[in-house]
């Protein structure tokens, strides 16, 4: 858990044991640290930064918390505020135990139907906050690898191991968040089951083809597809079908709403340094 000035930001990332049996309960654990799910508070952070140098205090409640990036909101409880997360189809309904959300925009319309069955509004605004970050910094703001693989292969957490650790073309997605931004910001194709992976090569405008994952369901996919503009999608039945595929098609989708939503109003900032006008643009 992630925190700016009081407000907890919302992030998955458990300890879970190195190593299996006897060792994994004696020897200290680890985060699992997913690049896809700590992509949150480095969104946050720099959009606020973007938009006030200062900020003096927090005009939340102790309780509440902030989700953005990520398939968490079975972990949301009453009166967080939602900026973009979506729901995991692979969590049972009755782990949705919360009444009501100050919910300010989801990942796409599913995750939006699923919260209106259990009486929860949400505004029509559909983004995951993980297409912002070509807008933040841009491509060139990370470092091109001359040597990347022109395919870059980014598996779902549980997927990766069953692929080739010889295959330079695949990438941990528990290397460090960086390190995964720049392979992604270097290659010229990008597949996988990650759904991060595919979330940021869009972003900086990579043709991008989802591979059918293994251990889970296609709902955050197809909310994902569906919030960014794309009524259809056709995931590859593996590496060679995604290269004769090629690229989804590309995004339908505008920064501004998801941008908009953002709950500025829950942080006091020095007005002369946060005024109307004040707040980021990516035009």
Not at 24 to 51: A, M, Q, T
Request: aromatic fraction near 10%.
């Amino acid at each position: 858990m992630a925190s700016i000035d009081k407000i907890e930001l919302y992030q998955w990332n458990p300890l879970r044991p190195k190593h299996k049996g006897l060792l994994g309960k004696i020897l200290p654990k680890s985060r699992v640290n997913n690049f896809g799910d700590l992509l949150g508070p480095v969104i946050v952070r720099e959009l606020l930064k973007k938009n006030a140098t200062r900020i003096e205090s927090s005009t939340a409640k102790p309780s509440q918390r902030l989700f953005s990036v990520g398939s968490v909101l079975h972990y949301a409880r009453n009166s967080d505020i939602i900026w973009g997360s979506g729901v995991n189809g692979k969590i049972s309904q009755d782990r949705y135990d919360f009444t009501e959300l100050d919910v300010r925009a989801v990942r796409g319309p599913m995750t939006r139907d699923f919260l209106a069955q259990l009486g929860v509004k949400s505004p029509a605004i559909f983004g995951d906050p993980g297409l912002l970050v070509n807008d933040l910094w841009g491509r060139d703001a990370f470092y091109a690898d001359p040597k990347a693989r022109k395919t870059l292969i980014v598996p779902n957490l549980n997927d990766f191991p069953t692929y080739d650790p010889a295959d330079t073309r695949v990438m941990n997605p528990q290397s460090p968040l960086e390190e995964c931004i720049q392979r992604i910001a270097s290659a010229e194709f990008v597949t996988g089951s990650s759904l991060h992976g595919i979330i940021l090569a869009e972003s900086f405008g990579i043709p991008a083809r989802l591979i059918l994952p293994r251990h889970e369901t296609l709902f955050k996919y197809e909310d994902y597809y569906l919030g960014s503009g794309r009524t259809k999608f056709t995931p590859a039945s593996d590496v060679n079908h995604a290269l004769e595929l090629g690229g989804e098609l590309p995004l339908n989708w505008e920064a501004d709403a998801l941008l908009d939503a953002f709950p500025y109003d829950l942080w006091r900032v020095e007005p002369e340094k946060h005024g109307q006008d004040a707040r980021f643009r990516t035009s």
